[in-house]
């Protein structure tokens, strides 16, 4: 089979794979029919995530049709359509009953910060991506979620993370009706955490970001306004719109590549003598009211970052952070979806063949083409 | 229209009891589906181990050479500790490095006899 794998920081190969195997006896395998590229895909192609091996094949978003059964898979069977949750899972461990399934202990053996993830280095477990035509899906009977009749997939793609992440991140800014959230970062994680604060009962969501067409999406797409962060002191922008104080609630939806400190871009991102750039971490500090809400989904990795942890302290904030636990947040999701509250599938701006990975992660990264996010169908089919 | 202004939308969620993640911990229940106590996957890990061998674990990429040393040693660091982590980047240079170097080699070494045999033939005259 063909994958698109990790060749070294800042490379992508399409390299011939062998394909899959049942290696226990609750995986299952499924055939990708699309397969989506994340934002924190761009932080393994570049060096950012510890050990990330020559050769693994990338992606944790995918959706297809199952194709083989392990002998001890119970309430799936072949040829369902099914949408696969970033997380492997067991369901059946401490974490997982209590419903943090991103926190299972028994699917990832390089640490104990989370569970195993698809293509997301063998600190995440070393399981190969769902950027492929064929992927292995342990517990495949516990963690696939079926596609409902009548939701396509790419809407159903998006449930497997943005979607997903974006509304916990939402959730965990604890709305009770008529709260000013401000999320920072218009990529597809952030827009969907628009759109949820929205739906959540947000009063007021106000976007931030740097790129002229990644703002305009989010008018379009989310209804909100918008703030160009280079436009002037942003922290003083969202004092002068909220009498003063600042927001009830930032979601910093960026993440450990954030630009706006050059120190920390220097130091963290391309020195990696810290674990990246905490700038919007920290800008979303200082946003934040006193006794306010910062929610913090975009990936950060250990060691150690530069945090204004003394602001966050003096100021009462609550700081809510974490993996997504996707399954929790799947059917919700999926009835969004076929309710028509949601257009998932409008941030998919490219859709493209697997082969074309390796242009279309830069064409992503550099934010050109007015890419949002990327679809990749494996097998060839555009729609 | 006002930015948020779309009544189908506002607030549908705003009950807890539609919020998935709320509470974040909920009353302990297996996941359909789930066994317990789950079969063990044969074969050895990729990922080098940190603690015990879990129920199911991956295996693209195993550990080799020389990065595949430095790996393994950072994993018998706790991962609480930096140099975990910062050995496990060394790991992923060193890796690197090993699949440039023959390639450099190869270029380098005959463009460096070449010119080591130039030198000295111009010397001789």
Redesign the interface.
């Known amino acids: 089979m063909r994958a698109v794998t990790y060749d070294?920081?800042y490379r992508i190969k399409v390299r011939k794979k062998p394909d899959p195997t049942i290696?226990?006896?609750?995986d299952g395998i499924v055939k990708v029919s699309a397969a989506a590229i994340c934002g924190s895909d761009l932080h393994l192609v570049h060096?950012l995530v510890?050990?990330?091996?020559?050769?693994?094949?990338l992606g944790h978003e995918f959706v297809g049709e199952v194709v083989e059964l392990g002998p001890?898979?119970?309430?799936?069977r072949t040829g369902e359509r099914v949408a696969i949750p970033f997380n492997?899972?067991?369901?059946?461990c401490?974490f997982?009953?209590?419903?943090?399934?991103s926190s299972c202990?028994?699917?990832?053996?390089?640490?104990?910060?989370a569970c195993?993830i698809y293509g997301y280095s063998?600190?995440m477990?070393?399981?190969?991506g769902g950027q492929a035509q064929y992927v292995r899906v342990?517990?495949i009977?516990?963690d696939a979620e079926p596609i409902p009749d009548g939701v396509e997939d790419l809407d159903a793609l998006s449930v497997t993370d943005a979607f997903a992440t974006g509304y916990?991140a939402a959730?965990?800014c604890a709305?009770?009706?008529g709260e000013t959230v401000v999320v920072l970062g218009c990529g597809p994680v952030g827009l969907f955490a628009m759109?949820?604060a929205?739906?959540?009962?947000?009063?007021?969501?106000i976007a931030v970001d740097r790129v002229a067409y990644r703002l305009e999406f989010a008018?379009r797409f989310a209804?909100?306004?918008t703030l160009d962060y280079r436009d002037a002191d942003l922290v003083q922008m969202i004092r002068d719109r909220t009498e003063g104080r600042g927001a009830d609630a930032v979601i910093d939806a960026v993440g450990l590549e954030a630009s706006g400190s050059a120190a920390q871009r220097a130091l963290g991102v391309y020195g990696?003598m810290i674990?990246g750039s905490a700038e919007a971490l920290n800008t979303a500090i200082h946003c934040a009211m006193k006794g306010g809400t910062v929610v913090a989904i975009g990936v950060y990795?250990?060691?150690?970052n530069v945090i204004d942890f003394g602001s966050a302290m003096n100021k009462h904030l609550t700081i809510r952070t974490g993996q997504c636990?996707v399954?929790?947040?799947m059917?919700?999701l999926f009835e969004?979806i076929q309710e028509?509250?949601v257009d998932a599938q409008s941030v998919f701006t490219h859709r493209l063949g697997l082969e074309e990975a390796p242009g279309a992660y830069k064409t992503f990264a550099r934010k050109k083409e007015d890419c949002i996010k990327v679809a990749l169908y494996p097998h060839g089919t555009l729609h | 229209m006002n930015p948020g202004q779309d009544e189908q939308l506002i607030g549908v969620d705003l009950d807890p009891k539609r919020r998935p993640g709320t509470p974040r911990f909920r009353k302990p229940e297996r996941w359909p589906n789930a066994r317990w106590p789950i079969p063990q996957q044969q074969g050895e890990p990729s990922a080098a181990l940190h603690g015990k061998v879990t129920p199911v674990f991956g295996t693209a990429v195993p550990l080799a050479g020389v990065s595949g040393a430095v790996r393994r040693l950072a994993y018998r660091i706790s991962d609480h500790r930096a140099s975990h982590w910062l050995l496990l980047l060394a790991g992923d240079r060193g890796q690197l490095w090993g699949r440039r170097l023959p390639m450099i080699l190869a270029v380098a070494v005959p463009l460096a006899a070449f010119a080591t045999i130039r030198a000295s033939s111009t010397c001789r005259r």
């Not at chain 1, 510890?50 to 094949?57: E, M, S, V």
């Not at chain 1, 001890?72 to 799936?76: E, M, R």
Request: net charge positive; aromatic share 8%; charged share 20%.
């Open positions: 070294g920081p290696e226990h006896p609750m060096g510890p050990d990330t091996r020559i050769g693994a094949t001890q898979v119970d309430g799936i492997i899972f067991c369901g059946a401490y997982c009953e209590r419903g943090l399934v202990e028994n699917t990832n053996p390089a640490t104990e910060m195993g063998h600190t477990g070393g399981y190969e342990p517990f009977g516990v916990q959730e965990m709305i009770n009706g759109k949820s929205w739906l959540l009962g947000a009063g007021r969501v008018r209804n909100v306004e990696k674990a990795g250990p060691p150690w636990s399954k929790r947040y059917p919700r969004h028509g509250r």
